[in-house]
């Protein structure tokens, strides 16, 4: 079989369709949009375009299936989950090249993601049975005090294109493992790997209507219409602080619980006592996973000056080595960009820095189309007010600034909206505890360039949001405490 072979068959076994009371079916207006490959602009496939009443739809299944799926036994939800588990193992060769075709990244970046994305299955199936409440004495004496644990109920959850199958696994492996049906709505760009695994869900015996999903081009067209309907309890939203913000306005009608895990400017600091060699791996991990297309790349290195010459020497030569290309062919390390405005939004990021004074020591530029790709690109003596230290930077773009003291390293790591993760490289221990208290994060890699763990809450402070995912909070968010006085 040749790879295009390949391609077209991986891309033909995803049902190009919305998941609706387990039901394939086609959007009620019989609409449907393209899903391209970001590595060559072409149209991959189509899939089905939903519009409202489809949301709605969905809605009903997900609401006529809470409260028998919320008497399902425990065990038997987190058996479902272990075998999805199983199956993204055994199938991730294939949906790592379904993710690529989709996405653009390498195919052992697709392969580690399906891996991380079915370690939140097996996590969330050995919690599904370790869901507790407590009995207690009334400290006054006297009553009881009895909680009680339950399902918030059906869930909406929105996600975004830079990791197509892990964003959906965070949310959708916790719902089940507590009790809740759920309408999930992934970004146009990337739907494929989203069917792929609810096909996968599907398989491994959930029940019809616990997981809906819909496909669609006018996200807020099927959104609010969920979020202002009483049957919804909660919404989980991964994307932009701006689509966040909106969406945690429309929740306030029906008072929803929300969980927002948005956007971050992740400083890298790096102290004059760290081992550079190891920052250096860590920093092409924190800039370079995902094609740098991740809330958690690092956006600002933070170096001190005495090291800051011998990093930035070793960091450009890693940068300038690593292999463009499409993310389907051997060797490749970094994939195009997800489409042209990226594209365009990195170029002048680029542009106002080295307008303002910075330099590419390697980079810098644009590389022929078809697709969308960037050089890998390092940015040094980028001056205080350039764009690219306050926006999203999402791309294969290292800007590098200096610092004299500890205080300085962390007054500017602080000095931004977001909050959701900071890398901190330094052999020193006091320094360590020191300085991960004092930065306003929700996350800390200390000494490593990836945080991502299914075991550890994943999420942030400040404009980066609200709740976590992943670790023994993860199921916390979708569980609601009953309290019950007892007067015995
Ligand atoms: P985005 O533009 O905010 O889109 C995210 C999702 O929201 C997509 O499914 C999108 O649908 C949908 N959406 C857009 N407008 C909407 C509206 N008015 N109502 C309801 N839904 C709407 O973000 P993105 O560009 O896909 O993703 C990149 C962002 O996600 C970055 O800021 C990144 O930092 C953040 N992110 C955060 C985390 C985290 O855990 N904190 C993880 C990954 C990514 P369409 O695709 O149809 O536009």
């Not at 079915?118 to 199936?125: D, I, M, V």
């Not at 089940?176 to 049906?181: L, P, Q, V």
Request: hydrophobic fraction near 45%; charge should be negative.
């Amino acid at each position: 079989m040749t790879s295009t072979d390949r391609e077209s068959d991986v891309i033909a076994a995803v049902p190009g369709r919305l998941l609706i009371g387990g039901q394939w079916r086609a959007a009620a207006s019989g609409a449907s949009f393209a899903v391209d490959d970001p590595a060559t602009a072409t149209e991959l496939t189509e899939v089905a375009d939903a519009g409202a009443a489809d949301a709605m739809d969905a809605l009903t299944a997900a609401a006529e299936a809470q409260s028998s799926w919320a008497q399902h036994p425990p065990r038997e939800r987190g058996e479902i989950l272990r075998r999805v588990y199983e199956q993204l193992v055994a199938r991730a060769d294939e949906l790592a090249l379904l993710m690529t075709l989709e996405m653009g990244k390498a195919l052992p970046e697709s392969r580690g993601e399906i891996l991380y994305a079915a370690e939140f299955f097996r996590w969330f199936s050995e919690e599904a049975v370790r869901i507790h409440g407590r009995y207690m004495h009334a400290p006054a004496g006297g009553g009881r005090l009895l909680t009680m644990r339950a399902p918030v109920g059906p869930c909406v959850f929105v996600t975004p294109w830079n990791f197509p199958a892990a964003m959906g696994a965070r949310k959708i492996a916790p719902a089940i493992a507590a009790g809740c049906t759920m309408i999930v709505k992934p970004a146009q760009q990337t739907p494929l790997s989203m069917l792929a695994l609810a096909a996968i869900l599907q398989d491994a015996g959930l029940p019809d209507g616990v997981l809906n999903v819909i496909t669609s081009r006018h996200a807020g067209e099927v959104i609010g219409p969920l979020l202002a309907d009483p049957r919804v309890r909660k919404l989980s939203f991964t994307g932009s602080t701006e689509v966040g913000r909106r969406l945690i306005e429309q929740s306030a009608a029906q008072i929803l619980r929300v969980s927002m895990e948005l956007g971050g400017n992740a400083p890298f600091i790096v102290l004059e006592d760290a081992d550079l060699d190891a920052a250096v791996e860590g920093a092409m991990t924190a800039k370079m996973r995902n094609v740098g297309e991740a809330c958690t790349a690092a956006n600002r290195f933070l170096v001190a000056e005495p090291v800051a010459a011998a990093f930035t020497e070793r960091l450009t030569a890693r940068m300038s080595a690593q292999r463009v290309g499409r993310g389907t062919e051997e060797g490749v390390q970094v994939g195009p960009l997800i489409d042209r405005p990226a594209l365009e939004k990195v170029g002048e990021l680029v542009a106002d820095s080295l307008a303002l004074g910075a330099t590419a020591t390697t980079g810098g530029r644009a590389l022929p189309g078809p697709g969308f790709f960037y050089e890998p690109t390092v940015l040094s003596d980028v001056p205080a007010g350039a764009r690219v230290l306050s926006e999203e930077i999402f791309g294969p773009v290292a800007p590098i600034q200096t610092f004299a003291t500890e205080e300085d390293a962390i007054a500017a790591a602080n000095a931004t909206e977001y909050g959701l993760v900071a890398y901190l490289y330094t052999r020193d221990l006091q320094r360590a505890f020191r300085v991960c208290e004092a930065l306003e994060t929700g996350m800390i890699g200390l000494n490593q360039g990836l945080v991502s763990n299914p075991a550890a809450p994943f999420g942030g402070v400040k404009q980066s949001g609200f709740g976590r995912e992943g670790g023994f909070e993860g199921i916390e968010e979708y569980l609601e405490s009953k309290y019950v006085a007892m007067a015995l």
